[in-house]
């Protein structure tokens, strides 16, 4: 057994330890009436719940993000920073606090190291309107006036202010790492009020969202069956991997949980309540090496996943049943009902006018993309 096996601690279990063991005494006993929030949110699967002793190999461990106000934040930053390096403890629960970046540029990571010297440590220092615009693209508030313009205030940020275009270009994912993790103090008050706003889509955004992904499934659900005619099995069987996905991120979002990004995709998806009943059909479809079979099973997914939306009471119900494909040869659930019944439940006038291709990760799933929320609200534009 190596060691991080058998010393294994979860991520979050870890940042609480550095955050009141170690961080908490130094910053209340330099900054007596600092107002700050100590959180673990962010990049890491430890954020999102799925961590595990092979998480340790790269930029995981004691981990630590510290926010105060915009203005603290330009006072105290480097200062709290360089006395955290300085005397930070070594480890914490035999895990270092120092990491070592690689010697590759390309692969810019950082590695528990122990060190003798000053600590290059994980706990970053920011404020929440911060965070919000480099992670999400959002700009709540206006800029104190003796901050520079990109320093902004999260203070004002609520409902009424994010608009259509903020919702659908924030990648999921980038949503589920500021909501999920832990705050483990809030002394601010905006990190928590920040956290609970974009806990979920408001139910009209939502609605659309809904009505986009079975779009998507509608748009494509014939292709196995067209594939496998043409004397194609292996593009049927890469449809058919697209359908599963595009079904997995639906009962994800009708179940109101943000998907992440493709590595924790099947996670997430497990932890649902009809994962279990739902799993052996996309597994069937997966596995399938003739095309009864792959219908067959995609087939049966896609009269549980219609099922589950009845039930959700959005719409009035649309019948689950399969059907063929107009004149052709394939059986499919022609999922454009179900986009076209939730669609006629959006009343919003700026999501009517949108055509159903959604959020920037419905469309788009390249990295590059989906880390510059700038680009995203660029290529969000242009689809409008």
Known sequence: MTRSEAAFLPGLTL???????????????????LRYAAARVGTGSEVLGFDSARSADHEWGPRLDLFLTAED???????????????????????????????????????????????NHRVSVGHVGGRLRDRLGLTPGPAPAELPPAELSVAELSVAE????????????????????????????????????????PDQVWRHLLACQWQRISQEEAFPGRCAEA?????????????????????LLMERRYAPYSKWL???????????RLTPSLRGAMAATAQPERERHLCDAYETVAALHNATGL???????????????????????????????????????????????????STDLLTRPRAARAVLAALA
């Open 315 to 365: 719409t009035e119900p649309v019948d689950p049943a399969r059907r063929p494909y107009h004149a052709r040869p394939f059986m499919v659930l022609h999922a454009e009902r179900l986009a076209a019944a939730l669609a006629g439940t959006v009343v919003d006038p700026e999501l009517r006018a949108l055509p159903l291709t959604g959020s920037v990760d419905q469309w788009a799933d």
């Open 15 to 33: 940042s609480r330890v550095l955050y009141e063991e170690a961080v908490r005494p130094l910053i209340e006993a330099e900054w007596p009436g």
């Open 162 to 201: 994010l608009s259509v275009t903020d919702w659908l270009s924030m990648p999921q994912q980038a949503l589920a790492e500021f909501t999920g993790g832990a705050v483990f103090h809030d002394g601010l008050g905006e990190l928590t009020g920040a956290r609970r706003l974009l806990a979920w889509y």
């Open 73 to 119: 934040a330009a006072a105290h930053g480097e200062r709290i920073h360089r006395l955290l390096a300085e005397r930070l403890p070594k480890e914490v629960r035999g895990w270092p606090t120092h990491f070592r970046p690689t010697a590759d540029p390309r692969d810019p990571v950082g590695l528990m190291t122990p060190t003798d010297g000053p600590v």
């Open 266 to 276: 099947g996670s997430a998806f497990g932890r649902l309540p009809v994962a279990e």
């Open 231 to 251: 004397g194609d099995e292996l593009g049927a069987a890469v449809v058919a991997g697209r359908l599963v996905r595009d079904l997995m991120r639906l009962c």
